[in-house]
């Protein structure tokens, strides 16, 4: 079923939703179950897998030389979200990302998806490889996020990159594209982005998950202005609670957000990193049931595979 059936459906009730890490390579799928078991309580109706691109490792040799190696620390979008449909027949999300893909590959990846009932992908850029300075597409890839979700709302179309799209099956992808209640980072000023994204949504993005916040103002005042510019589809928050006296300068550094002063201040006061865990997850409690007032259609939680904190917040708020 497509994220916007769900909503829908739910009339109003905010709904639970959580994000996943693939396991680094080497690891079962079992972590996955894991992950997920301790939170199907709350009745998710979907589940995202995140996508890595593949990096480079340097790969020492008998000779004292070193190789330059392309490496995926976490390989199994696909698979994980096949396993998750038929495990707990919940609806699966997969990343969809530049980096990593020619556009053949894309429609290729595509059409595996479809092939597999889901019905639902997240259209996104992607980060820069650690090597690199900025992000670099693939040779015969898409550089932008627009890019891509054009090549799905084309396949949506009937339109592939080869075929005549007269005869060719048309695929049923619901887009969901991310939104930065706090801009993002390499657009000049919130004009530009509220423009992006308008043209996202104008070229078929169904709805929109946002970055990571911690002031819900910022979000209520992002809505608004997505309604003002004509931005009508869902909005779903993207949540974190903090748990660690280290995100207090990681979460800022790596996703260009604010964090609240008072927020900040009790984390400095707390003397162990149990009492941190517990402010953050305190803090994030009455953050989502502020959003719940303020009508958000999903509590989406980006839980780095550690259920923990969520189920805590959970059964605080549904």
Do not use: W
């Not at 490889?129 to 979700?149: K, V």
């Not at 919130?190 to 992006?196: G, H, I, Q, Y």
Request: charged residues 25%; negative net charge.
């Amino acid at each position: 079923m497509k994220i916007t059936e769900h909503i829908q459906n739910a009339a109003g009730k905010t709904l639970f939703s959580f994000e996943l890490l693939p396991p680094v390579k080497g690891q079962s799928i079992q972590g996955i179950y894991d992950a997920i078991d301790p939170l199907m309580e709350f009745n998710p109706p979907f589940i995202d897998v995140t996508y890595h691109r593949e990096d480079y490792i340097y790969k020492q040799h008998d000779n004292g030389l070193l190789e330059k190696v392309s490496y995926r620390k976490r390989p199994g979008t696909v698979a994980i979200c096949a396993a998750i449909m038929n495990k707990y027949k919940v609806d699966a999300v997969p990343h969809l990302i530049c980096g990593g893909f020619t556009k053949e590959e894309t429609e290729n990846a595509l059409i595996d998806l479809q092939f597999l009932g889901i019905d639902n992908v997240l259209v996104l850029r992607g980060d820069a490889r650690h090597a690199d300075s900025g992000f670099i597409p693939t040779p015969g890839g898409h550089a932008y996020a627009t890019d891509l979700l054009q090549q799905v709302a084309n396949m949506n179309n009937g339109i592939y990159l080869h075929e005549d799209h007269d005869t060719a099956f048309k695929t049923q992808f619901c887009i969901g594209v991310a939104g930065y209640p706090e801009k993002h980072f390499e657009a000049p000023n919130l004009k530009t982005d509220f423009s992006f994204l308008k043209k996202k949504v104008d070229m078929g993005a169904e709805f929109i998950v946002t970055q990571m916040f911690f002031d819900n103002s910022k979000y209520i005042d992002f809505v608004k202005k997505c309604r003002e510019n004509g931005i009508n589809v869902p909005i779903i928050p993207g949540l974190k609670p903090i748990t660690s006296s280290k995100q207090l300068i990681s979460l800022p550094k790596i996703f260009h957000i604010d964090l609240p002063e008072d927020l900040s201040e009790a984390i400095l006061k707390c003397k162990s990193e149990k009492e941190v865990k517990e402010v953050g997850i305190q803090f994030m409690i009455q953050q989502c049931k502020e959003l719940m007032k303020a009508g958000a259609p999903v509590l989406h939680f980006y839980t780095m595979s550690n259920p923990g904190p969520t189920k805590r917040i959970a059964e605080a708020i549904f």
